[in-house]
């Protein structure tokens, strides 16, 4: 019965020492964990905000037909680059060419008439009247040549800037009517880019800051621009306000009615950055593992650590990291806070984990071979 009592004490005793040991004790003689660590350091970042916009030409018209001719040549090709004052239709003028021609002559013998007549009046031979019928007849004749040369103009369709014809929409032979398409001219040197963006980030946008936009047209590609103007009304329905940039096209991409994705930055400033697989979700709080030197041994402590915002595949740190920290991030999920740790390699950059482990075994072989 004693030997009995004996060995339940005993065995009491023991499972007391285990339940009441401190979760972070390791025990003697343990080999430290391999680790990846990453060193903090300061980046410049900033905050980014998104939108969607589409794209239109600097100057875009519609070249229509504004009377009722037939159309005698056609001067461009679909897709061809015109210059401002190129002719790109020509109509039937022969009429109004031959009205010109008399109307012409009937001009050069009034102003041959008023020549004749204004030295006369100086000379006090002949009246005021007669010089005053004489120039009259001079300016109607003038102005009617003006009207036919209009006409005339009327009838050669020319392009009223520098750009990229659309399609032809017409033939040699056709009768155009007013309102008749012919073509589309579109000033593409320079895009308008005009994106909404939430009025919670109106404060942000200013005339003149740079954005970035991007278009599934041309993955990997990203085109830079200005913002020209911001409207000075809010959509009272979407609470969005439009704002335009400026985007050049000297390359001739960009294409009128491309949807691009609209990236701007606000709030400049350094901040630390970490790979974001060093950090761990506890409950409420994220915390990452540091290295620190303890007792002349390194060891992977547990440090609690606040965001902000992600960076392709970064995360910024506000608070509870110091620059020059080590943070691990690879070889976490052994760990146990202040258990030992070996260093293998320090990650640069983005490293992938096949990366790192490559530039171990390289380090490895090399210093056999030495």
Known sequence: ????????????????????????????????????????????????????????????????????????????????????????????????????????????????????????????????????????????????????????????????????????NISVGALAQPGTMITTIDDDSVMKLDFSIPELYVPSLKQGMEIKAKTRAFPGQTFTGTVSAVSNRIDPVTRAVTARALLNNDEGLLKAGMLMRVELEKNNRNAMMIPEEAIIQDANDNFVYVVRDQEGQTVASKQIIKQGVRREGNVEVTSGLNVGDRVITHGIVKLRPNAPVAIKAVQRGNETLDELLGRVKKNSSEEEQG
């Open 1 to 168: 019965m004693i030997m009995k009592n004996k060995l339940f004490f005993l065995s009491a005793l023991f499972l007391a020492l285990v339940i009441f040991q401190p979760a972070n004790a390791q025990p003697r003689g343990n080999s430290p964990t391999g680790v990846f660590v990453f060193e903090v350091i300061q980046q410049p970042i900033s905050d980014r905000i998104e939108a969607l916009g589409t794209l239109q030409s600097n100057d875009n018209v519609i070249l229509t037909s504004t009377v009722t001719e037939r159309v005698t040549k056609i001067l461009f090709e679909d897709g061809q680059r015109v210059e401002k004052g190129d002719m790109l239709v020509k109509m039937d003028d022969a009429e109004e060419q031959a009205q010109l021609a008399e109307e012409q002559s009937v001009l050069e013998e009034a102003e041959q008439q008023l020549n004749r007549i204004r030295p006369l009046v100086e000379q006090g031979t002949t009246s005021q009247a007669r010089l005053d019928e004489a120039l009259r007849n001079f300016n109607a004749s003038r102005a009617r040549v003006n009207a036919i040369q209009s006409r005339i103009e009327q009838r050669a369709i020319t392009a009223p800037f520098s750009g990229v014809a659309g399609l032809r």
